[in-house]
């Protein structure tokens, strides 16, 4: 069974910056793309992230210009850059991948808290 494992969420202050990392393990195919989805309190689940093995990516207007995901097959790992952070990123961040190309992501990590204080 797929396994993701995030880490480096914590506590920041406004403005500042914080890297988030996931491991994937257990992976007997192909994970085509990966991804970060973050849940906060009273919102909805956003996906931020996404990145296709070739090295496409995609973000929706709330985090474009200031998170930048990107991979290391090699080691499995997949990253998101977060920087300029506001107390309206405050939520649990999800590592999320899929073996296929289209469709929802089908393997969830436990998640990761990130408060951004002002």
């Known amino acids: 069974q797929v396994q993701l494992v995030e880490s480096g969420g914590g506590l920041v202050q406004a403005g500042g910056s914080l890297r988030l990392s996931c491991v994937a393990s257990?992976?007997?195919?192909?994970?085509?793309?990966m991804g970060w989805y973050r849940q906060a309190p009273g919102k909805q689940r956003e996906l931020v992230a996404g990145?296709?093995?070739?090295?496409?990516?995609n973000y929706p207007d709330s985090v474009k210009g200031r998170f930048t995901i990107s991979r290391d097959i090699a080691k499995s790992t997949v990253y998101l850059q977060m920087n300029s952070l506001q107390s309206e990123d405050t939520a649990v961040y999800y590592c999320?991948?899929?073996?296929?190309?289209?469709?929802?992501?089908?393997?969830w990590g436990q998640g990761t808290q990130v408060t951004v204080s002002s």
């Open positions: 257990g992976v007997i195919v192909s994970l085509n793309r």
């Open positions: 990145i296709f093995r070739g090295g496409t990516t």
């Open positions: 999320v991948a899929s073996p296929a190309w289209v469709g929802p992501y089908n393997y």
